[in-house]
């Protein structure tokens, strides 16, 4: 009865003869040693972690700064060649080519007179939607009621100094407007006057000749709407807005070189450190690895034993410090941008292979230094 | 007794002083370089932003209203009040003159190109380009080319005193000019060195210096507004009060914080009947951004000070880890905690400070290369953050050994001497 359970055991062990003791042999060694391994584990989970944190961000920084740079308002602009009016359907065009990742505003513009005959640019918009563009603008208070006005600071000086109700006249036709509210930009929308787009068609008749678009892409897929508008419109001439556009590619480019630097030093400082606990580690074990050899295990066995543990150590520290490392990032995110920073998996790998790595690189190391040592100086304390 | 001990220990085991010697080199090298770009990144980036061009726009104080569509001026050009030329160079006198980066005046006049049948109405925009100026004792150059810096120029840029033009690109096109062609301008002849490219309203214009716009409107010495490029401070609420309601130290210390609204305020002293104002497109939203960037550059300074302070600890450990039996011999021949203890704080401070140094230059070294590499200039190491740096230096080495060292010091030196730790 017993001698068959032997033989049975005798077999299996003859069967895997390593692959048991093997395991036994890296489970007890994280067990009995569990102080020094949890240290070393705890290394590589910072490491992955800052790493993750520091890989995340840059990748995402991108979308986030860009978010902040649309607050200049538009990039692309639409107007009619020879000053001619845009087709009917230009903005339904431009909506449907714009696809929500971005916001089209439609403006018509005349030069009307006051009661005592002075010159005044006024513009038909979409109030709503130009107060989501134009970030800037500082108004007093948003019309909202039929025939209100938005009056530019200085074009309120002189066409209702007391805020009271005023007349403006255009091609013979007159309309009585409200001066709801006042705007400031100390540009030139300071000198014009602001109606809901069916105040002004119902007034002057006149049609929107400039469509500002502020489009939240890279600069391929700006450049891509314009070639598809540019199609689409032919009457139309579509240009980019250039100081928009090259203030934002620059500093983008900045900031992410400056972070890539930083991401380099910080993603080496966590190698160094695992690398140094690491090594303190296996050093620290070289009796184990003299017993070893002392009892007749090939070098490329205890080779293995060690990088196998230190494989192990820097997956287990590479999956635990990537969860660590994309909360740390969502945090920055939202301290930062008010927005989480989304998780990217494609990091994983990265972050993955490059623990490993740099664990295999700590445990050979010191084995590769110790291999021309007699077991016995070890053992005997030297 | 206590200092040969020390003189020893780094004498016989250089190797393990090395190693944690280089942890902490590298570990407060990084630290410094990132407090350094993370300090400097406000002024950088802020440099930077300054490619959105003017922020800062002065007018005439009695001007009449802007009747402008598309950048196309419909005003007659005799209306309206205009700034003296000659004003101009007293912007670098006063007390935000090293703030300010450039100003480029504008003169807009309406002129008829060619002759005959197929003359043309056409705007010309009258600027400085690269303009030599000199205030007091100082020269400096300003003009476009430095407030717009997206404008591009395909051929030459005019000369300042010449009387030369640039074509707006579709103007050009619609002409059919181009560079080293003349064109005649309201009865005289000029020569187009370039092609200007803007995408905006300049594209269809004449761009000249400002002298030929003068002659044309023949008002000498007439500029319609200046546009300014200043650095400045993010707003906050402290900005937007109104300089008349401040009193004393208060209104001081408005007036000399480099906000676009006092900046605003002291052209309008420099400039005598003007009205200047922060263009808040450009203003407001480079706040914003800045302060962005300047919180995502702080945010990771801390991670950078974390991760080098964690390599630091663990060096650290590991090195005094090592040396048990040292302490159980120590021990053994009669030594106390405190006296086993002080000894590696001793040699721990030594490490730190040498590692500190070296660490700190190496760092000043990399925070330069990032700034010559990324932003074309230097990047200013701040004398006070030496101390500041050899300080976290030491501490952080000290908290990282204070751990191994407990360890080390309560461990039995029976044990530690027979190897069985």
Not at chain 1, 44 to 55: E, K, S
Not at chain 1, 188 to 213: A, C, H
Not at chain 2, 124 to 142: A, C, E, I
């Amino acid at each position: 009865m017993s001698s068959t359970r032997n033989s049975a055991l005798v077999s299996r062990r003859a069967a895997k003869p390593h692959t048991s003791m093997f395991l036994r042999m890296l489970m007890r060694a994280a067990v009995l040693r569990r102080g020094r391994a949890a240290s070393a584990l705890l290394a590589m989970v910072v490491a992955a972690a800052v790493a993750t944190a520091m890989l995340n961000l840059y990748v995402d920084v991108q979308a986030k700064l860009r978010k902040e740079f649309r607050n200049y308002g538009a990039n692309i602009v639409v107007v009619g060649k020879d000053g001619q009016p845009l087709p009917a359907d230009a903005i339904g065009e431009v909506d449907s080519a714009l696809a929500g990742h971005g916001l089209a505003v439609p403006f018509a513009y005349v030069v009307a007179r006051t009661s005592d005959g002075q010159s005044v640019v006024v513009s038909g918009t979409n109030l709503d939607q130009v107060r989501k563009l134009n970030s800037w603008w500082s108004v007093t208070a948003w019309p909202n009621a039929s025939l209100d006005a938005l009056v530019g600071t200085r074009a309120g000086a002189v066409v209702s100094p007391q805020r009271k109700p005023f007349d403006l006249s255009f091609q013979g036709r007159t309309t009585h407007l409200n001066p709801a509210g006042t705007l400031h930009t100390g540009a030139s929308e300071d000198s014009r006057i602001y109606l809901p787009m069916k105040d002004f068609e119902n007034w002057t008749g006149v049609q929107p000749s400039t469509i500002e678009i502020a489009s939240s892409g890279s600069p391929e897929e700006v450049d891509a709407l314009i070639q598809k508008l540019s199609r689409a419109l032919p009457v139309a001439e579509v240009r980019p807005i250039r100081q928009i556009m090259e203030g934002e590619a620059r500093v983008l480019g900045k900031t992410r070189a400056t972070l890539a630097a930083a991401a380099v030093l910080i993603v080496a400082t966590a190698a160094l450190c695992v690398l140094s606990t690491l090594i303190g580690w296996v050093f620290d074990r070289r009796r184990d690895f003299a017993i070893m050899k002392a009892l007749g295990a090939s070098e490329r066995l205890i080779g293995g034993f060690f990088a196998a543990e230190a494989a192990a150590l820097g997956a287990v520290g590479a999956v635990l410090g990537f969860g660590i490392g994309v909360g740390v990032a969502a945090w920055i995110g939202r301290v930062n941008f008010h927005a989480p920073v989304v998780p990217r998996f494609n990091v994983l790998p990265v972050v993955f292979v490059g623990s490993i790595v740099v664990a295999l690189v700590s445990a050979v190391l010191p084995i590769f230094l110790l291999r021309r040592v007699q077991p016995a100086m070890i053992l005997r304390g030297e | 007794m206590f200092g040969r001990l020390v003189y020893e220990s780094f004498r016989r085991q250089k190797r393990r002083k090395l190693l944690a010697g280089v942890a902490i080199t590298l570990g407060v090298g990084v630290a410094t370089a990132m407090i350094a770009v993370a300090t400097d990144i406000g002024d950088k980036i802020s440099r930077e932003l300054r490619t959105y061009g003017a922020n800062l726009v002065v007018t005439p104080q009695e001007d009449t209203l802007d009747v402008q569509i598309g950048g196309v001026d419909l005003k007659p050009p005799s209306d309206g009040a205009y700034l003296n030329e000659a004003d101009l160079p007293k912007i670098k006198g006063m007390f935000w003159r090293n703030n300010i980066v450039g100003f480029a005046p504008m003169l807009t006049v309406s002129v008829q190109v060619g002759n005959g049948d197929n003359a043309k109405n056409v705007t010309l925009l009258g600027t400085y380009f690269s303009k030599q100026l000199t205030f007091g004792k100082q020269d400096f150059v300003t003009g476009v080319r430095i407030t717009h810096p997206w404008w591009k120029v395909q051929g030459a840029w005019p000369d300042d005193n010449s009387s030369d033009v640039l074509l707006g690109e579709s103007l050009s096109a619609k002409l059919g000019r181009k560079p080293g062609d003349e064109i005649e301008i309201s009865g005289q002849p000029h020569r187009i060195v370039g092609i200007l490219s803007t995408g905006g309203a300049e594209d269809n214009q004449i761009v000249a210096p400002l002298a030929l716009a003068q002659q044309i409107l023949g008002k000498p010495g007439a500029v319609r507004r200046l546009y300014v490029s200043a650095l400045t401070k993010p707003e906050d609420a402290f900005a937007r009060r109104d300089p008349q309601t401040l009193r004393g130290a208060e209104y001081d210390r408005w007036y000399c914080s480099p906000y676009a609204a006092s900046i605003a305020f002291q052209l309008q002293e420099a400039i005598p009947h003007s009205h200047a104002e922060q263009i808040r497109q450009i203003a407001q939203n480079e706040g914003t951004v800045l302060s962005r960037i300047k919180g995502l550059m702080l945010l990771v300074t801390l991670a950078a000070l974390f991760a080098s302070a964690l390599a630091v600890s663990a060096a650290m450990a590991t090195a005094i880890f090592e040396r048990r039996t040292e302490v159980g011999l120590m021990k053994a021949l009669g030594a106390g905690n405190v006296s086993v203890a002080a000894l590696f704080f001793a040699e721990a401070l030594l490490l730190a400070l040498i590692g500190g140094v070296v660490g700190f230059a190496g760092g000043a070294l990399l925070a330069r290369q990032i700034g010559r590499s990324i932003f074309d200039s230097q990047i200013a190491i701040e004398p006070v953050l030496f101390p500041v740096i050899l300080a976290i230096a030491v501490i952080v080495t000290f908290a990282g050994s204070a751990m191994a060292i407990r360890r080390a010091v309560k461990f039995d030196p029976v044990y530690a001497l027979r190897g069985e730790a």
